[in-house]
């Protein structure tokens, strides 16, 4: 099996050093990067350490303020250097009926121009996305109808917005290729994988007969990211034995 890791999890050193975390990285059997942030490294440098590496980027998390028209292209240009064919969004305000409808808009408007350049766009979850904003609007429900977009489903925080994950899985099987397998308590507070009440192992099983890539995503950088990324990867290896 080939996992990924999201870049957001080893902050704690790549806000510094890019390039050599994706080193780091690599060496702890991760073959794909989810990049969440270049801290200003061109993308031609990023590509050359990925293939000297022996890596890929699955995806990368990338603000929806780089898909404006002023910047599109750029971001465009950027992501088809290092290799990247998936866009994922992750997060927003949506707290309200008129953010919601801006920012379907926005996804309607930039979906077609990225596939055009061979790009998929996407969006990534947290737990807010789940509950009702003040104003009766329900997130997901219209990013899932009034969108044709993928989702990246966060596995973690779907469980602590209330929801089943295993369920959800199954549910948007058709419009979910990658999922974030992630761990810790009902109450937000994340762990390693593993450590932990969120249903890894069985989000690991589910992800696998369903042909989902994994990513691991692991937040608190403690005592660091990169050891918190060595422990989720002997989770996995025992996962699959």
Same mark, same amino acid.
């Given at each position: 099996?080939?996992?990924?890791? +999201?870049? &957001?999890?080893? #902050?704690?050193?790549?806000?510094?050093?890019?390039?050599?975390?994706?080193?780091?990285?690599?060496?702890?059997?991760?073959?794909? =990067?989810?990049?969440?942030?270049?801290?200003?490294?061109?993308?031609?440098?990023?590509?050359?350490?990925?293939?000297?590496?022996?890596?890929?980027?699955?995806?990368?998390?990338?603000?929806? +303020?780089? /898909?404006?028209?002023? $910047?599109?292209?750029?971001?465009?240009?950027?992501?088809?250097?290092?290799?990247?064919?998936?866009?994922? @969004? %992750?997060? =927003?305000?949506?707290?309200? *009926?008129?953010?919601?409808?801006?920012?379907?808009?926005? $996804?309607?408007?930039?979906?077609?121009?990225?596939? +055009?350049?061979?790009?998929? /766009?996407?969006?990534?979850?947290?737990?807010?996305?789940?509950?009702?904003?003040?104003?009766?609007?329900?997130? &997901?429900? *219209?990013?899932?109808?009034?969108?044709?977009?993928? /989702?990246? @489903?966060?596995?973690?925080?779907?469980?602590?917005?209330? *929801?089943?994950? @295993?369920?959800?899985?199954?549910?948007?099987?058709? #419009?979910?290729?990658?999922?974030?397998?992630?761990?810790?308590?009902?109450?937000?507070?994340?762990? %390693?994988?593993?450590?932990?009440?969120?249903?890894? =192992?069985?989000?690991?099983?589910?992800?696998?007969?369903?042909?989902? *890539?994994?990513?691991?995503?692991?937040?608190?950088?403690?005592?660091?990211?990169?050891?918190?990324?060595?422990?989720?990867?002997?989770?996995?290896? =025992? +996962?699959?034995?």
């Amino acid at each position: 099996m080939k996992y990924g890791l +999201q870049m &957001y999890s080893v #902050r704690d050193v790549a806000q510094s050093d890019l390039l050599g975390t994706i080193e780091k990285v690599a060496a702890l059997g991760y073959h794909y =990067a989810e990049f969440a942030g270049f801290f200003g490294i061109p993308a031609a440098d990023v590509k050359a350490k990925l293939d000297e590496c022996g890596m890929e980027v699955s995806s990368t998390h990338t603000g929806w +303020q780089e /898909l404006t028209d002023d $910047v599109i292209d750029k971001t465009i240009e950027y992501h088809k250097t290092i290799g990247n064919s998936f866009i994922i @969004i %992750p997060g =927003a305000d949506l707290s309200d *009926q008129q953010k919601l409808d801006d920012f379907i808009a926005l $996804v309607n408007k930039v979906q077609p121009v990225l596939a +055009q350049a061979g790009i998929k /766009l996407g969006y990534h979850n947290h737990a807010h996305e789940f509950k009702l904003n003040a104003d009766g609007s329900h997130i &997901y429900e *219209q990013l899932k109808s009034r969108t044709n977009m993928e /989702l990246e @489903i966060d596995t973690y925080w779907a469980y602590v917005g209330g *929801q089943d994950p @295993i369920a959800m899985m199954h549910e948007l099987k058709d #419009r979910v290729h990658i999922i974030h397998i992630k761990d810790g308590s009902a109450d937000g507070h994340g762990t %390693p994988l593993g450590m932990g009440t969120a249903p890894a =192992a069985e989000v690991y099983k589910t992800a696998c007969e369903l042909g989902m *890539q994994l990513i691991v995503e692991s937040e608190t950088c403690t005592p660091s990211g990169l050891e918190e990324a060595r422990i989720c990867m002997e989770f996995l290896k =025992a +996962q699959e034995k």
